[in-house]
């Protein structure tokens, strides 16, 4: 399209000036501008593919802008010479035609950078290292405004210096048909100028707006919460920048996201919620809670673990209390933490009048599954269960730099003790008397009244209810 343009404009402005130059050679002019582009056309691609395409994908549309110009350049340069030296054209004339072409070339070859970039963006890494030399949108713009003035200035000039050389201003009469013929050249020039510039401006603003949906669809992902895509880096502007700053903060949601989903499988919810968004120094105050505190053990788990390998222990803890795990948040209970063969878990009673009931049918599902394991040598587990309803503080534990968030306090111990009396006194669920006022009427008969019992560390007998096996199983 350029060169037919090219070619178009150098043969308008070739055969005005030869109508005041009394030459006949603009046929001439616009015949070696065909020979000269089809040469051009010939040769362009396997130059292109070796000084373009095998380059940098960064750096394909700058040597697309040096190639395109190289070519105009020297078709200029060969057309001056022919012009002057083969069709005995004038040194000015010459020159507003080698003019024309570079102006045309100017305009061409910025276009085919665009172009060239515009392709890139599809071929591009979706995430790009780091990017240097840098050039800002604004620099790119005031610096082809700046040169498009004065391409416009120096073209409008020359016009005007040759029909001065062709006598428009004599003596003191100025003669109205060259004042015309400038006019109109001038008009001529100043809308291909203009068009070319409308044109550039098109194909730009194609490129920002890619640049901007790319920007938008990222940031709409990142609200939605995909991380899966990164921006793709596409320009060293702002652009290019933004987006490289932008797959740093992916890298660190996902980072971030990896830490909740890791939180959100060890506490509950409103824990992962104040971890995330609670700084170390209020976490570590402490807060009062209202909790029913469960103690779960395997008994007889040592011998177990003196008769295995490392391996075999290990698989079964974890297979194990994955299904312990499942059963307790089935339940509404949080595992705080894991003790060897022992679990420690918490059921809030804030805010649910049935939050005991829930910590018992969690022991009693968990007495029952643990029963229906059976090992290879024909062993079966028992679990040891000791549930008490009280206050306990809640807040991390630990120094500065390594803590853990878990509850502490006389209702956690006396339920560590309940459980450790559930082996003397042969039940395999021990409840205080705090949680058995607690329970439904149903679950309550479940239950079996123990007396005052002594447990250690506490001067005090206290009330308990046992749960045996045998109970559950004819549940």
Known sequence: MYYLITIMVIGIISLRSNTFDSTSASYSTVITLIILFLISLLIRTRLE???????????????QLLFEFTIYTCIAIILFIVEVYLNQQSYLVASKLLSGVLIIGYFASIDSALKREHDCFFKLNRK?????NTISVTRRISLFLTVTL??????????????????AISQSKIDQSLINAYMIETLFTLGIVVALTLRLIHSYSLNLQHLFDNQVDALQHIQDGKLEEYVPVLSRDEFGVIAQKTNRVIDELRD???IRQTLESIVSPDIMKKLMHSDSS??????????AV????????????????????????NSYFGKIVDIVTEHNGLVNKFMGDAILAIFHLDDNTSTADNAVETALDI??????ICLPDGERFNVGIGIHIG?????????????????????????????????????????????????????????????????????????????????????
């Open 391 to 475: 206050y306990a503080t809640a807040g991390t534990i630990g120094s500065q730099d390594r803590f853990e968030y878990t509850f502490i306090g006389d209702t956690v111990n006396i339920a560590s003790r309940l459980d450790g009396l559930s082996k003397r006194l042969g039940y395999s669920i021990i409840i205080s008397e705090e949680t058995y006022k607690y329970l439904n009427q149903p679950t309550q008969e479940k239950f079996t009244d123990l007396g005052m019992q002594k447990i250690r560390g506490k001067e005090t007998p206290l009330h308990v209810y046992g749960a045996s096996t045998v109970q559950y199983i004819e549940r």
């Open 128 to 132: 790009q290292s780091n990017i240097q």
């Open 367 to 372: 007495v029952m599954h643990s029963n229906a």
């Open 282 to 291: 209020s976490l570590q105050q402490g807060e009062k809670k209202h909790i």
């Open 294 to 317: 469960f103690f779960c053990d395997l008994r007889n788990f040592t011998n177990y673990a003196e008769k295995n390998t490392p391996e075999d222990v290990i698989f079964f803890l």
């Open 256 to 258: 971030k996201e990896k």
């Open 49 to 63: 593919l070796e000084l373009v395409i095998k380059q940098a994908l960064f750096d394909q549309p700058k040597k």
């Open 150 to 167: 004065l391409v416009a200035i120096l073209a409008n000039a020359l016009s005007a210096y040759s029909y001065m050389s062709l006598g």
